[in-house]
């Protein structure tokens, strides 16, 4: 009887434990920040004043302005270490510091990225910011 116990009690922490394995891991970030677009759809549940819609688009479009001409850079940069890994004995050091270069471009894309949602986020009253992480539960299910 212990044994058949505890044989139980083993398979059902194995199969809690794969439960928690299977969730997909939470975005705190996702969670708490929030896309341009879903605030420019939701502006008038939102109650954004015309200053406000202004404000958002300004920012909206120097963003976007800044994320093309660093997605160039980055396609230029990323073919530069394609031609280096293309021969037949890559120079490491040439082709390490030319990955330092694409990466510096991510990171700078990403971190401009996160920048834009701050402003965003910063824009909002706190209620504003309650309603649209509502808007977001609901649409997620």
């Known amino acids: 009887m ?5 044989l139980l009690t083993l398979l059902l922490l194995f199969n809690t434990a794969t439960l928690r394995a299977q969730q997909p891991p939470s975005d705190p970030l996702g969670e708490n920040l929030f896309p341009p677009e879903l605030v420019i759809q939701y502006q008038e549940a939102l109650g954004l004043t015309e200053e406000k819609i202004t404000l958002l688009e300004t920012e909206l479009h120097q963003a976007q302005a800044r994320f093309a001409d660093l997605q160039e850079q980055l396609q230029a940069e990323a073919e530069k270490m394609v031609e280096l890994v ?6 490491e050091s040439k082709t390490l510091a030319q990955l330092d ?31 649209l992480r509502e ?6 299910r």
């Open 135 to 140: 808007i977001k539960k609901q649409s997620s």
């Open 86 to 91: 293309k021969q037949g004995r890559p120079d």
């Open 101 to 131: 270069k694409v990466l510096n471009l991510e990171r700078e894309i990403k971190r401009a990225q996160i920048a834009l949602l701050i402003k965003i986020k910063n824009s909002l009253t706190p209620e504003q910011q309650t309603k």
């Open 2 to 6: 212990r044994s058949k116990l505890f």
